[in-house]
């Protein structure tokens, strides 16, 4: 039976105590290289069954190389910085805000942070093992180490000598919680679908009598920081009256907006409104006094919901701020970064945005600026670490522009050879719609950025740790560092080299695709060794997910444009998502998360590689224990084939022999050479599903089916044999456990399969006409046994003859043996026509005779293994029956059951020692022996 667990179990132990890895890369070392760069996975959790899909496919792919000979680095990745890690070690510690952290102390913060990372690389380290991960484990790159923070500090001391980097003021999107802005990049599959009240207000027009712009937000927060309100020039407005009052709203929406008993008093065209001033509902605040507001132009304003009337506060929204920037008009920033109201705001001062909707509310309607509120159902962003609704805020960032090597990328990611092809129109959109990189972010764990700004107006960019040291105040300080991090990079205060006034470095930490984005060069030590950096650069292949396009694949991408203008890869497999068997997403509240443990522990990890492989990557995959089931069935067959061939292969030079024996040798050299081909074009789902036509369908099914009863020919034995381990070793590289427990059974070549080299097809063998005529015999074998079915007539009962009649019959004929024997038909004809096949049903008296001989020889054979005879014991045989025909057969049945002597009788004498009655269709034997 076979035991994945065990197997597994069993070569991890083999694999480490012998080293098997290290043979390999010893082996392989010198060759050509092979260059993977892994993507770095973040050490902040055990990892689930959808990041073992992505890391099956780094390990097919390493090991498919490594037996081709290719040199290879096999350096894993940890992701260890941002806000996935200080999230969750604020939730260890029990804080919930910047506040808490700093009361905490930065220092034992960092430490944190530092430890969990160590904890949870160490668990999926471990855990990778498990999946049967070929890494150099003990080599691991982490992305906050030194080196890595010092490559990314080159990178943006080149950015700001190419005048790219920028600290600039801009309308961001903000978390309150984490207390920082996100970039473009973190906000794609961020946005749910929640419920706001949305609020229609009315703002009089200066200089008339109830006469009122109908204005309609969601977001009541920042309604204190109004400004103006936009139309649309073109759109067409309507002057209404209702209980008295005279309402300005676009026509299209006016009746959906003021429902019932109002009158349109005039349509006009949207520019005519341009320029009339309005009294704000906050005008009594401080900070809004002295504003003027009046209606602007703005060609994006619609019809379709609102009043067609946008209310704009620049400070609060990014359009907003690019129209202010156009009109000239002021900008208000009403909060700070938890979202407290700021000072100049009067009674919202000290409040917070979370809880100011119901005031606003309030307020409005006892100044008699509210129209009514409605429940509106949309489309909203959240924070991708805490969930947490995002706010958008006038914020100071630090920026890297983009225009400038937007075409370089875009033109460097063309060069890329994307699995599936669609990656790469995907990539393109991204560079199209690319905003100026927001590298600055409000947090403590992570990149420091290496600027400084002097009150002289001069800022410093550092590009390395010596040139740190060379500027610092006190030197000394920088060699007793412990590391790059807050808090301890901030005690490094650096002479300004205009005013030479103490300066201190910004308190932002980087974004962490900057971090997981240069390992391109850090990993391959760019600073350091040149030699070594062009050996592995650029990477040939890379796989992950396809979110990443936006992610790493775009900040790696970004990052060797601006140092190097090419790209850092050259050709990318992506995969999707992986979801429950029902094809639900995977969520720990919907209780149907799986996580890698228990998955490996209930199924195995080769069942699950099966899993992975099989997969097409451009479709989700609903991963489950049922699907699982049918797997193992897979894996089981090739279990068994492989100990047949162990049981039944005692010679393994293969000789050229019968048409069965040439047709699976063809079999086998074609599979070879379209794996190979498979793997060469990234295509691991096309490989490993010729695996299985080869091994299970051709090999175990078709083959074993035909060499049945000839496994006493050295010659079959032979092409088995070969068959079967050319077939392992093709399958080595996606279930490595189960293929090196049977290598290690029936092979005793090399010390492991993976030291064996990857099979080369011998094309000679491959005879594509032989294979064709096959399948049409394997199809016309099928009809044979579906007629005999239909008939209600056992293979086991010869019949006379078949009429194959076939457009072209003359190559199937040296098949005739093979269909005889499969369908136990005494003669086939072949005859040229259209496809048909016509079986005689007709028993003989003969035939049926012989069906009895036969059918009464398996019995024998059963009782002979139930008495558990070899097949050298010769029996001396006793039947007892009432038919006389058994004479004439007796010769032939004392040969197929080795029988010294055979003992025809009516009735038995005595029993012998093994004895059994046997009914066959209506006739009954007595046999013993
Ligand atoms: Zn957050
Ligand atoms: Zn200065």
Request: proline share 4%; net charge positive; aromatic share 12%.
């Amino acid at each position: 039976m076979y035991n994945p667990q065990e197997v597994e179990k069993e070569i991890i132990k083999f694999w480490e105590k012998d080293k098997v890895f290290d043979k390999v890369r010893k082996k392989n070392k010198g060759n050509k290289p092979f260059s993977f760069i892994d993507g770095p996975i973040t050490a902040n959790n055990p990892m689930g069954v959808h990041h073992a899909w992505g890391r099956t496919y780094k390990d097919i792919f390493q090991r498919f190389k490594a037996m081709q000979g290719f040199d290879q680095r096999y350096q894993n990745g940890f992701d260890c910085q941002g806000l996935w890690v200080e999230v969750e070690v604020e939730k260890d510690l029990g804080l919930n805000s910047k506040k808490e952290i700093e009361e905490y102390g930065l220092e034992k913060f960092s430490k944190a942070c530092r430890k969990r990372v160590e904890k949870y690389s160490k668990i999926q380290t471990e855990q990778s093992i498990k999946l049967g991960q070929w890494m150099d484990w003990d080599n691991s790159y982490y992305t906050m180490d030194d080196y890595n923070i010092e490559h990314i500090w080159y990178f943006l001391k080149e950015c700001h000598k190419k005048g790219w980097l920028y600290k600039g003021t801009k309308v961001m999107p903000w978390c309150l919680r984490c207390g920082t802005s996100l970039a473009q990049h973190e906000l794609v599959d961020t946005y749910e679908e929640k419920t706001h009240e949305a609020v229609y207000f009315k703002v009089p027009i200066k200089n008339t009598k109830n006469h009122y712009l109908l204005i309609w937000s969601t977001t009541s927060w920042t309604f204190s920081s109004n400004v103006a309100a936009a139309v649309n020039p073109s759109l067409m407005y309507v002057k209404a009256e209702q209980d008295g009052n005279i309402y300005y709203l676009a026509e299209k929406i006016a009746d959906k907006v003021l429902r019932e008993n109002y009158k349109i008093l005039e349509r006009l065209k949207g520019n005519k409104l341009i320029g009339l001033e309005y009294t704000g509902p906050f005008d009594y605040l401080p900070t809004i006094k002295n504003i003027k507001h009046k209606i602007i132009a703005w060609k994006d304003v619609g019809e379709e919901e609102g009043t067609g009337i946008v209310h704009i506060a620049p400070g609060c929204g990014a359009e907003d701020h690019e129209l202010a920037k156009r009109e000239n008009l002021p900008e208000i920033a009403p909060i700070d970064e938890t979202g407290d109201y700021v000072e100049g705001f009067d009674w919202f001062t000290g409040k917070n945005v979370r809880n100011i909707h119901k005031l606003v509310v309030e307020d409005l309607k006892k100044n008699n600026f509210l129209y009514r509120t409605e429940n509106y159902r949309h489309r909203y962003p959240h924070c991708w670490r805490c969930k947490e609704e995002l706010v958008f805020r006038l914020v100071s960032e630090w920026f890297i522009s983009s225009d400038e090597i937007r075409p370089l990328m875009k033109k460097n990611a063309k060069s890329v050879v994307w699995h599936p092809e669609h990656g790469g129109k995907l990539m393109q959109d991204w560079l199209d719609n690319m905003q100026d990189w927001n590298i600055s972010r409000r947090r403590y764990w992570g990149l420091p950025l290496p600027f400084y700004e002097c009150s002289c107006g001069h800022t410093e960019i550092i590009g390395s740790k010596a040139d740190l040291k060379k500027i610092s105040v006190d030197p000394k300080k920088i060699d007793s560092l412990p590391e790059l991090h807050k808090p301890w990079i901030d005690e490094i205060k650096i002479k300004c080299p205009k005013c030479k006034k103490e300066v201190s470095r910004i308190a932002d930490v980087g974004d962490c695709w900057l971090d997981a984005g240069i390992v391109p060069f850090s990993t391959l030590n760019y600073l350091q060794d040149k030699i070594y950096w062009k050996k592995w650069f650029p990477a040939e292949f890379i796989t992950e997910m396809r979110e990443q396009i936006r992610l790493w694949f775009y900040s790696m991408l970004f990052m060797s444009t601006t140092l190097k203008n090419v790209s850092p890869y050259k050709s990318v497999l992506l995969n999707e998502k992986v979801n429950d068997e029902k094809g639900r997403p995977m969520h720990k509240s919907l209780g149907n998360a799986i996580w890698f443990d228990d998955a490996v522990e209930k199924i195995g990890a080769d069942v699950m590689r099966w899993m992975y492989s099989f997969q097409n990557p451009s479709a989700n995959l609903n991963f489950g224990y049922q699907s699982a089931k049918e797997a193992k069935k897979d894996l089981d067959i090739i279990w068994n084939l492989g100990n047949y061939v162990k049981l039944y292969c005692k010679h393994k030079k293969e000789e050229a022999g019968d048409v069965a024996s040439k047709w699976i040798i063809s079999r086998r050299e074609s599979a070879k050479e379209k794996v190979t081909k498979y793997l060469e074009k990234i295509q691991p789902n096309q490989a490993i599903a010729e695996i299985k036509q080869f091994l299970i369908e051709d090999l175990s099914r078709t083959y074993g089916q035909l060499i049945r009863d000839d496994l006493d020919n050295p010659r079959i034995q032979a092409t088995l044999y070969k068959s079967f381990i050319d077939g392992l070793k093709l399958l080595a590289p996606f279930i490595p456990f189960v293929t090196e427990k049977l290598y290690q059974e029936i092979s005793n070549d090399k010390e492991s399969i993976f030291l064996e080299d990857w099979s080369i097809s011998e094309r000679k063998y491959i005879d594509n006409d032989l294979e064709k005529y096959m399948m049409e015999v394997k199809y016309i074998i099928q009809e044979i046994l579906a007629q005999r079915d239909k008939a209600q007539i056992g293979v086991r009962w010869p019949l006379p003859n078949v009429l194959v009649t076939n457009e072209n019959p003359n190559p199937l004929e040296k098949f005739k043996d093979i269909i005889k024997k499969q369908t136990n038909v005494k003669q086939v004809i072949f005859k040229t026509g259209q496809n048909s096949i016509d079986l005689d049903i007709k028993i003989t008296e003969e035939l049926e005779r012989e069906g009895y001989i036969r059918e009464l020889t398996r019995r024998i054979q059963e009782l002979r293994k139930k008495a558990k005879l070899k097949k050298e014991d010769k029996i001396k045989l006793h039947i007892a029956t009432k038919e006389n025909f058994l004479e004439n057969f007796k010769e032939e049945l004392k040969e197929k059951v080795n029988a010294a002597d055979i003992k025809v009788e009516k009735k038995l004498e005595k029993k012998p020692k093994y004895h059994s009655i046997e009914k066959i269709k209506d006739k009954e034997f007595e046999i013993g022996f």
